[in-house]
């Protein structure tokens, strides 16, 4: 543990991340850093009291149970000052949960986003931050482990993975040269080396270029497999089983590889970064990449699945919806990624036999035309 003057880590959003996370960093030895949970949705202060104010991991079997959490409410009356801030809210409530925080947040802040999807820092930038020399420093995490949810503030960490984490900066909108050349061990060394020393999260911090590889190979494996499982009403492995989806998925590949190739492009400032950012990605590559993670979890139901089946909004305009989003704005042809985006929201369920009536392209056709 680091042996640095402790400040307290505050954590917004408590779903299944933000549990692991705020439990294991109560884990920490042998002095593990104050950990401040912020209730920011009505019901949550009582379910915290139900559950006896204590974080329960389930692991292998063995539940662990770790308590000397303190409490806030967003909505409350507090005023302090927050200096570092892990967001693991839902992607569409991030700004909403954010925005009671403002007054508390300022450029001496660090704020780590861990969540799917993609687009979040940008809209939180635009809505809460557009003043850049009060923009707090923005980091970001690809989370790998799989975490599921037995009851409020019980979980089970189900998979082992890792975090992988890094700096960010909004992707548009004015910049401060000032704030860029803050390094992520400047002012966020204490939330980073805290992060590092928990042993369950396996925890590394890299250069930004290597999170947005990570960020965006995660964006292309929720990009099928999410809404795939949803239209098609199956288990993430059996997406790979069958020849018509193999077809799409293929088609889909190819449109979300041209807008990565993209984002890559506009992120690299030399040649050599640009020829690199290119041979980073492959439509094969990516494939292989999503078709690994659909055998991994081949039991699984997805977390889109899952929140459609329940009734709850998805985060489909965060992942296919940003894809479009992006395509859009450098003239890329997303056609079947809008399609895919507009049928989930319809929650529509459909069979191998209809891919052809429900997508605007001839898959097959569509696929010969890239590369």
Same mark, same amino acid.
């Given at each position: 543990?680091?042996?640095?003057?402790?400040?307290?880590?505050?954590?917004?959003?408590?779903?299944?991340?933000?549990?692991?996370?705020?439990?294991?960093?109560?884990?920490?030895?042998?002095?593990?850093?104050?950990?401040?949970?912020?209730?920011?949705?009505?019901?949550?202060?009582?379910?915290?009291?139900?559950?006896?104010?204590?974080?329960?991991?389930?692991?292998?079997?063995?539940?662990?149970?770790?308590?000397?959490?303190?409490?806030?409410?967003?909505?409350?009356?507090?005023?302090? +000052?927050?200096?570092?801030?892990?967001?693991?809210?839902?992607?569409?409530?991030?700004?909403?949960?954010?925005?009671?925080?403002?007054?508390?947040?300022?450029?001496?802040?660090?704020?780590? +986003?861990?969540?799917?999807?993609?687009?979040?820092?940008? %809209?939180?930038?635009?809505?809460?931050?557009?003043?850049?020399?009060?923009?707090?420093? /923005?980091?970001?995490?690809?989370?790998?482990?799989?975490?599921?949810?037995?009851?409020? /503030?019980?979980?089970?960490?189900?998979?082992? *993975?890792?975090?992988?984490?890094?700096?960010?900066?909004?992707?548009? *909108?004015?910049?401060?040269?000032?704030?860029?050349?803050?390094?992520?061990?400047?002012?966020?060394?204490?939330?980073?080396?805290?992060?590092?020393?928990?042993?369950?999260?396996?925890?590394?911090?890299?250069?930004?270029?290597?999170?947005?590889?990570?960020?965006?190979?995660?964006?292309?494996?929720?990009?099928?497999?999410?809404?795939?499982?949803?239209?098609?009403? $199956?288990?993430?492995?059996?997406?790979?089983?069958?020849?018509?989806?193999?077809?799409?998925?293929?088609?889909?590949?190819?449109?979300?590889?041209?807008?990565?190739?993209?984002?890559?492009?506009?992120?690299?400032?030399?040649?050599?970064?640009?020829?690199?950012?290119?041979?980073?990605?492959?439509?094969?590559?990516?494939?292989?990449?999503?078709?690994?993670?659909?055998?991994?979890?081949?039991?699984?139901?997805?977390?889109?699945?899952?929140?459609?089946?329940?009734?709850?909004?998805?985060?489909?305009?965060?992942?296919? *919806?940003?894809?479009?989003?992006?395509?859009?704005?450098?003239?890329?042809? $997303?056609?079947?990624?809008?399609?895919?985006?507009?049928?989930?929201?319809?929650?529509?369920?459909?069979?191998?036999?209809?891919?052809?009536? /429900?997508?605007?392209?001839?898959?097959? %056709?569509?696929?010969?035309?890239?590369?």
């Amino acid at each position: 543990m680091p042996s640095f003057v402790q400040s307290p880590i505050y954590i917004l959003g408590l779903g299944n991340i933000g549990k692991l996370v705020a439990h294991a960093l109560a884990s920490s030895h042998p002095a593990p850093p104050q950990v401040t949970l912020l209730l920011h949705r009505p019901g949550l202060a009582t379910q915290w009291d139900e559950a006896g104010r204590h974080i329960d991991v389930v692991t292998k079997g063995v539940s662990d149970s770790r308590g000397g959490f303190q409490i806030e409410e967003t909505l409350g009356d507090e005023s302090g +000052f927050i200096k570092h801030l892990i967001v693991a809210t839902k992607t569409y409530t991030t700004v909403p949960a954010l925005k009671p925080l403002r007054h508390r947040l300022s450029d001496k802040s660090t704020m780590l +986003f861990l969540q799917n999807g993609m687009g979040t820092i940008e %809209e939180v930038t635009d809505g809460l931050f557009a003043n850049p020399s009060a923009r707090p420093h /923005f980091l970001a995490g690809v989370v790998s482990h799989g975490v599921y949810k037995n009851r409020p /503030f019980s979980v089970t960490h189900a998979g082992m *993975g890792d975090i992988t984490l890094g700096e960010v900066h909004p992707s548009h *909108g004015p910049k401060d040269s000032s704030v860029e050349s803050e390094t992520p061990m400047g002012q966020s060394k204490y939330l980073l080396s805290c992060l590092s020393a928990a042993p369950v999260l396996s925890a590394s911090v890299v250069l930004p270029a290597d999170l947005l590889q990570k960020q965006l190979e995660k964006l292309a494996i929720n990009a099928i497999i999410n809404p795939l499982t949803v239209i098609f009403d $199956c288990l993430n492995g059996e997406l790979f089983n069958r020849p018509p989806i193999r077809a799409l998925i293929r088609a889909l590949m190819a449109e979300i590889l041209c807008v990565l190739r993209s984002i890559m492009d506009s992120s690299s400032t030399t040649l050599v970064e640009k020829q690199e950012a290119e041979a980073r990605f492959s439509l094969e590559g990516l494939i292989k990449i999503v078709e690994n993670a659909a055998v991994k979890t081949a039991q699984n139901i997805s977390s889109m699945r899952q929140d459609v089946r329940a009734g709850r909004l998805t985060e489909i305009n965060y992942i296919n *919806g940003y894809i479009v989003k992006r395509g859009t704005e450098q003239g890329i042809d $997303c056609t079947l990624n809008r399609a895919l985006v507009q049928m989930v929201q319809d929650k529509q369920i459909i069979s191998e036999s209809q891919i052809q009536a /429900f997508m605007p392209h001839n898959i097959a %056709e569509s696929c010969k035309t890239i590369f």
